[in-house]
């Protein structure tokens, strides 16, 4: 090796020794920042699509239940039994809606470095009555569709918030500031939906699957449903039967339903309806916000069902 060969073999392995170095330093510093920010695994999209609002850059959020998939069937897998115990803030529902996270996973996990929030709890829930025919007997049930209204999604969200200030109390004022701008987003809508519903001619909707009843209860209207509120039901042709005579003596031709669950029960409404009326009926959408879709988020979602209420409210 000459003079020349041996500098440049001597600079080669110096820049791939500041390399390795720097890479080395890079990736701590990005595992340091990660590691510096809280997690927060929630069960379903409204409540990790809160938690993302307040905690911004400061949190984590992983949510289990995948966008836009059926909440009331869904089992976890052990890979997400491994990411609930390496949280430090777990936020689910409550209200029987994900029943599994305390059947499945609190049960098996060590708790006490963590806060779990269960976001429901203390809220006015509205009891439900359901026949079970293979148990025999009555069942009481709450609705769990609580984060369809406005009003109490706010008291939901506000029980993450405070889970986040206790746990990370550091980064008080930021998560507060970011509450504050999220609480008065559910206020405006919240008022919003009680003035604009103020002015409606009809009182009934016909829904697919019963998820507004907070909606309904709140701001003064009754809905129907094809199904119940576990939405795993299978329903009888006398079900069809007695909604399309409803329909018919309210004189009310419009059928809600989640893009998300199937459309062939609001499909027959409208047939069964046009059938028996020469009205035209029509099928407007009424999401349960189980994810971001149609490119709108949970706040879009909220103003459309509005938009699409006032229509068939005739507000
Ligand atoms: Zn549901």
Redesign the pocket.
Known sequence: MNKRQKIFVTAAIIIVLASVVATASYSNLQEEMEVDKLKIVATFYPLAFFAQQIGGEEVTVKQLIPDNTE??NWQPAFADILAVDEADVIVYNGASLDHWFEDDILSIIDSSDKIIVETAEGLELLETETEHADEHEHEELYD??TWISPFLAKQQAQKIYEALIQKDPTHMDYYTERWQTLQERFEELDNNYLSELSTKKKEKIFVT?S?FGYLADRYSFKQYGVIG?S?DEQPSASVYANLVQIMIKHETYMVYVDPVYPQESAQTLKNDLETLTDQNVQILKLY?MLGSIDGVDYFGQQEKNLENLKIGLEA
């Open positions: 909440v009331h769990p569709h699957h998820a509120i939405a349960i």
